[in-house]
């Protein structure tokens, strides 16, 4: 069940950076101007959905960023001691 927990924290820190990358945007303004779906949008800023790879790489784009830049932030909101490998 430790995977479970762990993926819902790679998903909580998905929503919260995204959610501060986003500002004052509305959910509505960013997912229109970008070919993302406001109701993806909406489970991802609720930590409820695990995007595909594409949908990461256009929600990097419409935050102006690189995508590898996207997933440090994320990476970096985690633990120093995250793994989803129970090791």
Do not use: C, W, Y
Request: glycine share 4%.
């Amino acid at each position: 069940m430790q995977t479970n927990e762990n993926k819902q924290k790679i998903l909580n820190a998905l929503a919260n950076v995204t959610k501060q990358l986003r500002g004052e945007k509305s959910q509505f303004l960013l997912s229109g101007e970008n070919d993302i779906s406001v109701s993806i949008l909406s489970t991802i800023e609720r930590g409820m959905k695990d995007p595909q790879l594409t949908t990461v790489f256009k929600l990097a784009e419409a935050l102006d960023m690189k995508p590898h830049e996207f997933i440090k932030l994320i990476e970096d909101s985690l633990p120093n001691d995250f793994s989803l490998i129970d090791k």
